[in-house]
């Protein structure tokens, strides 16, 4: 295996262990090492490999000689897994992606780093992804859709052709959003939510159709507005 191929996840809780496992099995990388900040390192090893200090990484791994992932869901609204993302790449580190083999992507869709696409997804024709994406399985996305930087999408949403999702949105299961509509940054689109309208940064949408609640969305996941 070329050296390039070497991985390090960045995490350690379910869905590091699971990363590990899609990597393993249905992709050409091989993980060697977990990683995580000092503040979390209660144990050394998982799956037989070492959990090393994510402060020390580019010193204990040749940057050049490996990849990373961060394997981090939507904690603070994105936030913990957007800035782990941008220290990885500052450590010198290129990101990897995880493409599933089970999922259907049209020949010409543009995927960003450190996204993570599980089984069972359906991207149509142009649709662009951006930086550090994570969609569960199940999603569809139509025509031209852009997904931007820093979104997660829950299982089996639903989105349009010709749509935009903001950066750092969250979508929950079963969503479904019109075309060709925008998502705000920053939003959070509720369970089984449909949404026909544009949509307001910042805001949670719920219902059908969607409308925004109350409470923002940095309220909801704990963080401050910016």
């Not at 402060?55 to 913990?80: C, G, I, M, S, W």
């Not at 142009?126 to 025509?143: D, E, F, P, T, Y």
């Amino acid at each position: 295996m070329d050296e390039s191929q070497k991985l390090i996840i960045v995490g350690e809780g379910e869905f590091a262990e699971i990363a590990y496992e899609y990597f393993t099995y249905d992709s050409p990388y091989e993980v060697v090492a977990f990683s995580v900040e000092n503040d979390y390192l209660k144990k050394k090893t998982l799956f037989g490999l070492p959990i090393v200090s994510f402060e020390q990484l580019e010193h204990l791994y040749d940057p050049t000689l490996h990849r990373v992932f961060v394997a981090v869901t939507y904690t603070k609204l994105n936030r913990v897994r957007t800035r782990l993302y941008k220290e990885v790449k500052k450590k010198g580190f290129a990101p990897a992606s995880y493409v599933s083999s089970k999922s259907f992507v049209w020949r010409n869709v543009e995927i960003g780093d450190n996204c993570f696409i599980f089984e069972n997804n359906v991207i149509q024709y142009r649709v662009k992804i951006g930086n550090n994406v994570i969609l569960w399985s199940g999603n569809q996305i139509g025509h031209r859709t852009v997904i931007e930087d820093n979104v997660f999408m829950s299982l089996n949403s639903v989105v349009s052709g010709y749509c935009v999702v903001g950066e750092n949105s969250f979508l929950g299961i079963n969503c479904s959003i019109a075309d060709p509509k925008k998502i705000a940054r920053d939003c959070v689109i509720g369970a089984g939510a449909v949404v026909i309208t544009d949509t307001e940064e910042g805001k949670v949408y719920v219902g059908n159709p969607a409308k925004p609640t109350k409470r923002s969305s940095y309220a909801t996941f704990g963080v401050e507005e910016v």
